[in-house]
Each structure stands twice: as structure tokens, then as C-alpha cells.
């Protein structure tokens, strides 16, 4: 399962396009598929994306971000949910139009994105992506919205679905998120005075700087001379919140503060409750690392049984692109996560994991396990059984794929070859969480999608047609 994007932006500041690459290094975890930068020395906007990792993508780091280099620039790294994995859909996505350029930068998905899409082709507009972001620059294009007194708040209102935005445009930036404020969002301020915004606050420590405040559900924050600004385009308070929880649970980085609290804590939080609702008897507790590892910790320290890390993650090999065949996968797995035989051999282990997706891989880790010489293994999960897919920004499997679909706890097992599996409770879940259990999203469990989705009108692809691209390019 893959998070969809992250975003960082900065204003004002002479290293801002440096920043901007140290930022999305440190959210390189939210994406990797492609990597962009835009710059504006307050006149013009340069940009420059392409496909891959940071590191990749600005392999000639020092003459990419030396023509980059001015005062005022927002950066993306993408994974993608709604159109494919390609240059043209790369980010930020620069335009032009009868105000000036902008360049856009989206973290989420579009649930009316197709819909709006239509409507614009029908009129003859063309579009040179595939992605859902394309439709906003068309709604901001659009004569009626350009005359609008805000024509940014006005275009917002249009938009359905879950998203966290940056704009730049030549003379500032807009950062914003939906009313639902379903993607994190968060406000920092460089020792130097200068404004950040970035998906997560982890982002921050990369440059130095102190987090602020998260950007409010439905609110614009103007990034410009005169400082920061801000205004709603939803009138506070009249819009419960759905926080992705699952970005507390899995997607965000430990060290990130979002959502009211810290990362590691809540997953911590998370394997106590799991250690209170599902004991085991059992010699060793271990994660699946690395995001299994908070929860762990927490349901070592409330059974009091041992914990240590059975095994090891090489965080060298990255995404190695070798499809798709299952054993392919697993050779993959096998490179990637390796058991230290000297913890498992001859006990019985409680094995803990965030989330199970379609079980394969975990059932690669638990026979690995077994095979070490582990006696027992427990097999826990400090989220309940994922049965639905995500409209808004996660890209999960067909609902068909999902192991706990149509499967009993007892058929989990079978399938896991584990000596016992156990669930987090949705209701210990949301206990553990710092903001009421109604201000988060939680349809990936119960099917209540509180943005109302048409599945048959959400394919994620607007892809109709086969498009060649042999070359990376950018407008630089
Ligand atoms: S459906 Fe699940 S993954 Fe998607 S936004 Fe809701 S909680 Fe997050």
C-alpha cells in the first residue's frame, strides 16, 4: 500500500530551493514514483520533475538547484492513485493562463476529478495529463472563476475528495486542505523568520525548523511579502473532520507530529491497547520493521515479555521495480527483511504489524520466521481487519484482494500459517487516538465513506488512450 504524495513549500528565502530538496528527502516515504521542484524569483516560474526518487531525479543536484535557485519555491514527491505512473503526471504541474503561470502540487484524490474532467473536454479544453490535479488549473482558468473576488476559494468549492494543495504562483504561495483536512498539512518557520509549509513536520527537523501550527481543515494560507495570511473558503466548525487515521498507523513518519499528536506515541499507544485487548504467551515480542516497530514497543512494555528485533530491514535496496510474478515478490521480500535466526530459534514469538494488505508478503515473513526455528508464532496487528478500498489518496487493492474480505479470523490463520492472529478493535483504535473517534476517517474498516464515493465513476485512472513517453523532460 502506498501513500499518494508529499508536499513541501517555503517562501522568502535565499536557500529556499535547496530547503525544498532536503524537505522532500526527508518525505521521500509518501512517494516515490516521481520527484518535481518549482521556483519563482517573483516574475517567472522554472520548474523541473522527473521520474523516480529525490536522489534520482536530481542526480546533477548542484546545476539542477543552481538554475532553480530563487527565493520562493514549492516541491512534490508522488506516488500515484489517479493516473498513471508518468512524466506528464509528474509534479508540480506548471501552467499558464490569463493570470499568470502557476505550478500545482496535490497530495489526495479527486473523488469528482473524471467527472469535472468531462465537463471541460466536452467544451474542448485539452489536457496534457492524466492526472486528477490537472482539472484544478482548468477550474482556475475558467473566465467566470478568474473574475470571481477570490477566485482560489471559489475554485475549492468546486473540488471533491481529499486534498492537500500548494500553489505558487510568481509571487507567493497558497497552501490549503480539503474541509475534511483528510491529508496532513503543517505550518513551520525557519530560524531565519521564513515560512514552510510541508506534509508532515519531519520535514521541518530536515531544515532546522520549528513547527508552528497544522493548516486548518478548509483553510488557505497566503504565503507572501508581507508574511503569513490566512482565510477559509469553509466556514469553520461547520465541517466534522475525517483525519486518514491510517496516516497515524502507517503512512507517516514517527518522528512527525500530525493530527494533534506524535507518531511514534500514538503507535505506541496503539500496541498497549493491542497488548490489552490480545494477550499472548509468548518469550519475544518483534515488529515487522520499520512501521511495526512503535506498536511493538508499546505491547512489549504493557505484557512485559522481551522485546528485540527478530529482524532486519536493508534500507539500501529501495524499490528494485521487478515485476510482478509472486515469486519475484518474494525473493524481494527475502532481500529486503531477514530474520536473526538467535532471536526467534526455538521460541515462541508474538509478531507485530500495523496492517495486513493481501497477507502474501506477511505469510513470506511468518514462514521465514518458521523456518528460522521459531516454536510459535502470534501473529497481532495494531489496526482492525482492512475490508474496504480508499477513495482518498491511498492506493489499496480491489477489495476482492484485501485478505480480511470475505475471510473469518480462523481462515486468516489458516491462510497466515500462524499459531494465533488477533486484530486491534476499531473502538481501541480510536481510544487511543488524541481528537474525538468522529474526526477521523476510518471507511478502510467500516465502509463509511464520509465524502459519499460512486465507485463505478472512481476507476483512479483518467488513462484512455496509450501515451508514449521515452524521454524525461521538464520546462526548465
Ligand atoms: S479509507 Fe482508510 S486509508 Fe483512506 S482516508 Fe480513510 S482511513 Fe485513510
Redesign the pocket.
Known amino acids: 500500500m502506498k501513500e499518494s504524495c508529499g508536499l513541501f513549500g517555503i517562501f522568502g528565502d535565499a536557500e529556499a530551493v535547496q530547503k525544498v530538496f532536503f524537505g522532500l528527502h526527508s518525505l521521500q516515504h509518501r512517494g516515490q514514483e516521481s520527484a518535481g521542484i518549482a521556483s519563482s524569483d517573483g516574475e517567472f516560474i522554472n520548474c523541473y520533475t522527473g521520474m523516480g526518487t529525490v536522489r534520482r531525479v536530481f542526480r546533477n543536484s548542484s546545476q539542477i538547484l543552481a538554475k532553480l535557485s530563487n527565493p520562493i519555491a514549492i516541491g512534490h514527491v508522488r506516488y500515484s492513485t489517479t493516473g498513471a505512473s508518468k512524466i506528464v503526471n509528474s509534479q508540480p504541474l506548471l501552467s499558464e493562463y490569463s493570470r499568470g503561470q502557476v505550478a500545482v502540487a496535490h497530495n489526495g484524490n479527486l473523488i469528482n476529478a473524471l467527472l469535472l474532467r468531462d465537463e471541460y473536454e466536452a467544451y474542448g479544453s485539452i489536457f496534457k495529463s492524466t492526472s486528477d490535479t490537472e482539472v484544478i488549473t482548468h477550474l482556475l482558468a475558467k473566465p467566470t472563476h478568474v473574475s470571481n473576488p477570490d477566485p482560489l476559494a471559489h475554485v475549492l468549492n468546486h473540488l471533491q475528495g481529499?486534498y492537500s494543495l500548494l500553489f505558487l504562483f510568481a509571487d507567493r504561495i497558497e497552501a490549503t486542505r480539503d474541509p475534511y483536512g483528510?491529508r496532513p498539512l503543517c505550518i513551520g518557520q525557519t530560524e531565519g523568520g521564513c515560512y514552510v509549509i510541508a506534509s508532515e513536520t519531519c520535514a521541518f527537523d530536515a531544515i532546522g525548523a520549528k513547527f508552528v501550527r497544522e493548516v486548518e481543515p478548509g483553510e488557505i494560507v497566503r504565503l507572501d511579502k508581507d508574511g503569513l495570511n490566512s482565510r477559509f473558503f469553509v466556514k469553520p466548525g461547520t465541517v466534522t473532520p475525517a483525519h486518514?487515521?491510517?496516516?497515524h498507523i502507517y503512512f507517516a513518519k514517527q518522528n512527525s507530529y500530525i493530527f494533534g499528536e506524535n507518531v511514534h506515541e500514538f503507535r505506541k499507544k496503539l500496541g498497549r491497547q493491542l497488548a490489552i485487548e490480545h494477550p499472548a504467551d509468548a518469550d519475544v515480542v518483534m515488529p515487522v520493521p520499520d512501521s511495526g516497530t512503535s506498536a511493538a514497543i508499546g505491547y512489549a512494555e504493557q505484557s512485559k515479555i522481551p522485546f528485540d528485533m527478530g529482524m532486519v530491514r536493508s534500507h539500501y535496496i529501495g524499490r528494485t521495480f521487478i515485476s510482478p510474478g509472486q515469486r519475484l515478490r518474494e525473493l524481494e521480500v527475502k532481500l529486503k527483511l531477514q530474520v536473526v535466526k538467535e532471536v526467534v530459534d526455538g521460541k515462541s514469538v508474538v509478531l507485530v504489524d500495523d496492517s495486513i494488505v493481501r497477507g502474501t508478503t506477511t505469510r513470506g515473513k511468518i514462514r521465514a520466521i518458521r523456518k528460522a526455528g521459531a516454536k510459535q508464532i502470534h501473529m497481532r496487528v495494531s489496526c482492525p481487519p482492512l475490508r474496504?478500498p480508499?477513495?482518498?489518496?491511498?492506493d489499496f487493492p480491489t477489495k476482492e484482494e484485501l485478505l480480511a474480505n470475505n475471510r473469518n479470523l480462523l481462515q486468516i490463520k489458516e491462510f497466515l500459517e500462524v499459531d494465533s492472529v488477533d486484530y486491534m478493535s476499531l473502538e481501541g483504535l480510536l481510544q487511543c487516538a488524541t481528537l474525538p473517534a468522529d474526526h477521523?476517517?476510518?471507511?478502510?474498516w467500516n465502509g463509511k465513506y464520509r465524502i459519499p464515493v460512486d465507485v463505478a465513476l472512481n476507476k483512479f485512472t483518467t488513462e484512455r488512450y496509450q501515451m508514449h513517453m521515452f524521454e524525461e523532460v521538464s520546462d526548465l
Do not use: D, M
Open positions: 481529499a483528510i486518514c487515521i491510517f496516516e474496504f480508499c477513495f482518498y489518496g491511498v477521523y476517517c476510518t471507511a478502510c
